[in-house]
């Protein structure tokens, strides 16, 4: 059974850092694409950030770049988002998701596993 754990959300001041961690069992990580996803109260989901299984190539939304940072690490089974210079709109639950495949896509319809979230707000 394939499960994703988030864990690193919180309280933070704008302009600070917060690094979200997930980790995936069940599977070997190698072999998958993952994804950070993000919905604020009363938004659709939005796609943060993706990290490609085989040439670790990565995307980001345009509202993130310069800001966020995806990687991974294939041998604990973890990937990790670097969050910086925070504002109150990245306010949300970050989700990771996973898909089986070499190409990330900043797409919900194309993963197949997902965890339940960790929130994350940005506030004074």
């Known amino acids: 059974q394939v499960q994703l754990v988030e864990s690193g959300g919180g309280l933070v001041q704008p302009g600070g850092s917060l690094r979200l961690s997930c980790v995936v069992s069940g599977v070997t990580l190698d072999y998958y694409s993952m994804a950070w996803f993000r919905q604020a109260p009363g938004k659709e989901r939005e796609g943060v950030s993706c990290i490609a299984s085989g040439d670790g190539k990565t995307k980001y939304v345009d509202s993130v770049k310069g800001r966020f940072s995806i990687s991974r690490d294939n041998a604990w089974n973890t990937v990790h988002l670097e969050m910086s210079n925070l504002k109150p709109e990245d306010t949300a639950v970050y989700s990771c998701?996973?898909?089986?495949?070499?190409?990330?896509?900043?797409?919900?319809?194309?993963?197949?596993?997902w965890g339940q979230g960790t929130q994350v707000t940005v506030s004074s």
């Open positions: 998701a996973a898909r089986l495949g070499s190409r990330c896509y900043i797409n919900e319809y194309d993963y197949n596993y």
